[in-house]
């Protein structure tokens, strides 16, 4: 049996083994495929087994690769692949769900504390000779932010949400969240589940923890701002089409949200003209909150435990 992974970098850059997946077949891994039809048709070849991160399987591209049984897709996520056109050609597609909470949970709080303390900024400012130069004890360059006792508004609530809304608390925050479904054995006195309205208008840090689907598409716009705090916080480190980039912009400039942190963008790699890029007090990050050692790890073994069982004839994670 034939395995192929037509973008293998961004999982294993070399850190990780694929010595497991080559237990189950006839591994080739591609750190790359480029966004092609007859490129991608190519590195599948007469594969049984393709393992995808984001490199698109079409409709095109499957019906021209008939030994394909099996798409993994090597994240939660799984629009890259035409379910639809899998289920006709009776190929079984997988994810990985759940393998990154504790890393992206700890990265929003990374985040929130990079807005409230300037840490890299301050240290950039002493290793340039300012504190050598200073004639006081200490000095800041920004405004220092304390979060005990600030009230965090969390729009979606998977587990990722919820693992932030534990650390936040851990922090002495308040927790409002906006979600489809009220999960009452969360609720206690620092916890509530709100109208979107509530989190807009009352959160003093807004943090993004949804999917990206017609009711979430740019949630984050010139309307929603208007509702929210002057000098609101915002973290987004879900899906960058969740955020209206121009709406943000204007309003990081005129002070209305006095700090964006993103780990995603609508387009990526980020594109040059993203108003974002020149817009205020706006930290951006290359899409890392998934990526630790040990979330990648943990995303590997999911991979292949996710074939071993479908070669066993009792499949996982499926998504179709």
């Known amino acids: ?127 340039k000779g300012d504190w050598t130069k200073s004639i006081d004890f200490c000095y800041w360059n920004s405004p220092l932010i304390e979060l005990e006792g600030k009230t965090i508004g969390l729009i979606g609530f ?12 851990a922090f002495g925050m308040n927790v409002l969240v906006h979600s489809r479904t009220v999960k009452k054995e969360f609720e206690c006195s620092n916890l509530r589940f709100v109208s979107l309205d509530e989190v807009l208008s009352t959160s003093d840090v807004i943090s993004l923890h ?25 973290i987004n480190t879900s899906r960058g089409g969740l955020v209206n980039e121009q709406d943000l912009a204007n309003a990081l400039n005129t002070d209305k949200i006095y700090a964006a942190a993103l780990d995603v963008v609508s387009a990526e790699p980020m594109d040059k003209t993203n108003p974002l890029l020149t817009a205020k007090n706006c930290i951006i990050t290359p899409h890392i909150a998934w990526a630790t050692k040990e979330a ?7 991979a292949v435990g996710n ?10 994670n499926t998504v179709n």
């Open 307 to 316: 074939l071993s069982s479908f070669l066993r004839g009792n499949p996982v």
């Open 1 to 127: 049996m034939k395995i192929v992974v037509l973008d293998g970098f961004t999982l294993n850059p070399g850190d990780l083994s694929w010595e497991t997946l080559k237990e189950l077949g006839e591994l080739v891994v591609y750190d790359r495929t480029a966004f092609d039809t007859d490129k991608v048709v190519q590195e599948i070849g007469d594969a049984t087994v393709v393992f995808t991160n984001k490199t698109p399987i079409t409709k095109e591209v499957l019906s021209k690769v008939p030994t394909v049984k099996y798409i993994g897709v090597l994240a939660t996520g799984y629009n890259v692949v035409d379910v639809k056109a899998a289920n006709e050609q009776n190929i079984a597609v997988t994810n990985i769900p759940a393998y990154g909470t504790n890393a992206a949970a700890q990265f929003v709080m990374g985040l929130l504390l990079e807005i409230c303390h300037h840490i890299g900024d301050h240290n950039h400012s002493v290793q």
């Open 296 to 302: 990648r790890q943990r995303l590997m073994n999911t």
């Open 210 to 234: 949804c999917p990206l689907n017609e009711a979430t598409e740019n949630i984050i716009c010139s309307k929603n701002i208007s509702k929210m705090k002057d000098g609101v916080l915002l």
């Open 158 to 169: 998977g587990k990722i949400g919820q693992a932030t809304a534990k650390i936040a608390m």
